[in-house]
């Protein structure tokens, strides 16, 4: 059973750093192209940044280049959202996936809420 469990959200001011991280099980992670996406309310789910299987690549939306940073450790069987420069635009639940084997595999999510 493929399961995927987000932790590390919260409520930070402006400006602070959370790191969110995403423990997979169920499935052979090492193989897995993983993302983070969010979605704030009345907006449509956003993909935030995405990680190849191996991390040769890396990817994320712009309005999040330079603040936030995606990587995976496939020892451990987890993939990691660090983010830093927190603006109250990122408040949303924020979503680990996994795509693998043609399927879209998806966390219960985390909030983060950026306010002072």
């Known amino acids: 059973q493929v399961r995927l469990v987000e932790s590390g959200g919260g409520l930070v001011q402006p400006g602070g750093s959370l790191r969110l991280s995403c423990a997979a099980s169920?499935?052979?992670?090492?193989?897995?192209?993983m993302r983070w996406y969010r979605q704030a309310p009345g907006k449509e789910r956003e993909l935030v940044a995405s990680?190849?299987?191996?991390?040769?690549?890396?990817n994320s939306v712009d309005s999040v280049k330079g603040r936030f940073t995606i990587s995976r450790d496939n020892t451990k069987k987890t993939v990691s959202l660090q983010m830093n420069s927190l603006k109250p635009e990122d408040t949303a639940v924020y979503y680990c996936?996994?795509?693998?084997?043609?399927?879209?595999?998806w966390g219960q999510g985390t909030q983060v809420t950026v306010s002072s």
């Open positions: 169920g499935f052979t992670f090492s193989r897995a192209f």
């Open positions: 990680i190849t299987s191996n991390s040769g690549s890396k």
């Open positions: 996936n996994a795509f693998i084997d043609l399927s879209n595999y």
